[in-house]
């Protein structure tokens, strides 16, 4: 069984919280689609942790914390400066702050095995590339999208965890139970985001890939001490903290 985690963002409490609930789950594998670091207080500690992970996949915030940004707004791009300074931090062991760069710079923008596709945004754009729920109704979109998909497609991005399928529907975790049978037919799968939920929902968010079940899992984690850390840093927008509360 697989674990599949996204949208770390920096969020530590977040990320401790999910690899404990992992730990009760019988994984044997943890997939992570990308964006271990951004908007959140604790870049290198997260970084560190998903290097344990046997698949990393490259996310924009991890490219613009190795690169100039692009596409960010003015607090993403004021949180990924921040970020890169964090990870350049001279007080920090040399050897630390080359394994980081190094593991960043390695990772793929995807990857595919057995008929899955696993990538941080779409099919199409594996970095950038944003499918929301409201995209099952921009149909030349989306059939472009699956064109490229050979059987199941695995993304993050958005933080906004659900089911799209081949026939223009979009499922969102509480409407099927949390469990979503695979059948054979081309489907997507946006796991939802660890460090930064949008749907709602302040809990952790990841999937368990059993065979051809998809089960979404919910997490508490210590919010509080997260957005502590982000009003006590001047680099990063109070409201990155408060989003966190609103699971937005």
């Not at 290198?44 to 344990?52: A, G, K, T, W």
């Not at 199941?152 to 529907?169: A, D, K, L, R, S």
């Amino acid at each position: 069984m697989k674990a599949i985690i996204s949208d770390i963002h920096s969020n530590l409490e977040a990320l401790q919280a999910v690899l404990a609930d992992i730990k009760t789950q019988a994984v044997d594998h943890i997939y992570c689609l990308g964006d271990v670091v951004g908007y959140g207080p604790n870049p290198r500690e997260c970084v560190d942790l998903i290097m344990n992970c046997q698949l990393v996949i490259l996310g924009n915030h991890d490219q613009g914390a190795m690169f100039d940004p692009e596409g960010f707004n003015a607090s993403a791009e004021r949180a990924i400066f921040w970020t890169r300074a964090q990870l350049e931090a001279a007080g920090d062991r040399r050897d630390l702050k080359e394994k980081r760069w190094e593991f960043l710079a390695e990772r793929p923008r995807s990857h595919r095995e057995n008929g899955h596709l696993y990538v941080h945004g779409s099919a199409r754009n594996p970095l950038n590339e944003y499918v929301f729920p409201e995209d099952v109704y921009n149909q030349r979109k989306m059939e472009r999208i699956f064109a490229l998909v050979e059987k199941y497609c695995f993304q993050g991005h958005t933080h906004v965890p659900g089911i799209f399928t081949e026939t223009m529907q979009f499922h969102a975790p509480d409407e099927i139970e949390m469990t979503y049978k695979l059948d054979g037919r081309k489907t997507l799968c946006n796991v939802g985001s660890v460090g930064q939920p949008r749907d709602g929902d302040w809990r952790a968010c990841y999937v368990l890939l059993d065979d051809e079940t998809i089960r979404f899992r919910r997490v508490e984690y210590d919010v509080d001490s997260t957005v502590k850390k982000i009003y006590a840093i001047p680099e990063l927008e109070n409201f990155l903290g408060d989003r966190l509360r609103e699971g937005r």
